[in-house]
């Protein structure tokens, strides 16, 4: 099989056609110039250093040479290879808090665009490892597989708001039990949990089933937004913050104890919203790595020395061949 890797670079042979047509021009000015001095094969007699054939040969050369150095540019690849090329990662599941109490400004702008803004930097700093993507309020929703393609990741994350719940409230273990459902049993020692939330739940069973997942070799992180003294809850409806059934308003207040209690139940670390995102990427390096996608790919053989030797070697027969006659009796025999 023949292809060239950098077809652009073919477009230069047009140049081809201006340099052949100034070549021309040339050869038509000398013979009008000798015209003028008199017969042509009068005027040949009285320059016999002169030979018509040295020029043409130069120009030949000097063409043949610029078309294979725009080959060479271009990389002609021919034949092909098989190599067996593996990742290795881990597999990372993103349970993302979308409750309402996520639209909270205690944390600038929102909760949610916080949470979103660490998802992208982690995401930035990963390369082999799957991503999944849960969201989750009242109920948990799996909305992106474990994948490689972390551009269909943050397509979604971009996307997502409170209003993706059909029920409102915060239920971690929904969220954890997902997640598992989302992992392959066989690789417990090469998954995490990243949990991200403001802790606000309202069940009592999340530790537990986290250290279910722990047991199973499963790594649970938490990150935590929102502050102590809490915040109101927007309504994009209405003008005024979101209050309970007997009409108080709403404080929403991150519980950080409890995201503590599930991160080191989850055997992870807690971080809060101003967490540096290298921290834990460190701890996610630090885990083993599995084989995640083992595939054959192609791979061509690149010719471009070739032509651009033979190139060389046709520049340097050009600068050998002098315009006037020469002593050198083989030149005189190829070139005359």
Do not use: C
Not at 131 to 154: H, N, R, S
Not at 196 to 210: F, L, N, P, R, S
């Amino acid at each position: 099989m023949y292809r060239f890797e950098h077809t652009m670079y073919l477009y230069a042979l047009v140049l081809m056609v201006p340099l052949a047509m100034a070549f021309w021009g040339y050869w038509r000015w000398r013979k009008q110039s000798k015209l003028r001095l008199g017969e042509l094969s009068l005027v040949d007699r009285l320059m016999p250093q002169q030979t018509h054939r040295k020029h043409i040969t130069k120009f030949v050369l000097i063409s043949l040479a610029f078309v294979l150095l725009v080959v060479s540019f271009a990389n002609p690849q021919m034949g092909i290879h098989y190599e067996k090329a593996s990742r290795e990662g881990i597999e990372i599941a993103i349970a993302l808090d979308i409750s309402n109490s996520m639209l909270a400004q205690d944390v600038k702008p929102t909760r949610l665009d916080k949470a979103k803004h660490i998802v992208h930097q982690l995401l930035g700093n990963l390369s082999n490892d799957k991503v999944g993507l849960i969201v989750f309020a009242g109920t948990a929703y799996p909305i992106v597989p474990l994948t490689l393609d972390y551009g269909a990741v943050e397509m979604m994350l971009d996307n997502v708001e409170p209003s993706f719940a059909s029920m409102q409230g915060t239920v971690i273990s929904d969220a954890v039990a997902e997640s598992l459902r989302m992992f392959n049993s066989k690789n417990a020692k090469h998954q995490v949990l990243l949990l991200i939330t403001d802790g606000e739940d309202h069940d009592d069973v999340a530790v537990k089933i986290v250290q279910t997942a722990a047991k199973a070799g499963i790594v649970v992180h938490a990150i935590g937004l929102g502050t102590k003294e809490g915040s109101t809850i927007p309504q994009a409806a209405l003008q005024e913050p979101k209050r309970d059934k007997a009409g108080k308003i709403i404080i929403s207040k991150i519980d950080e104890n409890l995201l503590k209690e599930i991160a080191k139940a989850g055997n992870g670390n807690y971080y809060d919203e101003d967490m540096d995102i290298t921290m834990l990427v460190d701890e996610l390096n630090k885990m083993d790595k599995q084989a995640l996608e083992q595939r054959i790919t192609r791979q061509y053989e690149s010719q471009f020395q070739y032509f651009l030797i033979l190139a060389l070697i046709l520049l340097t027969l050009e600068f050998l061949i002098l315009e006037r006659k020469t002593t050198w009796t083989f030149v005189n025999k190829l070139f005359g």
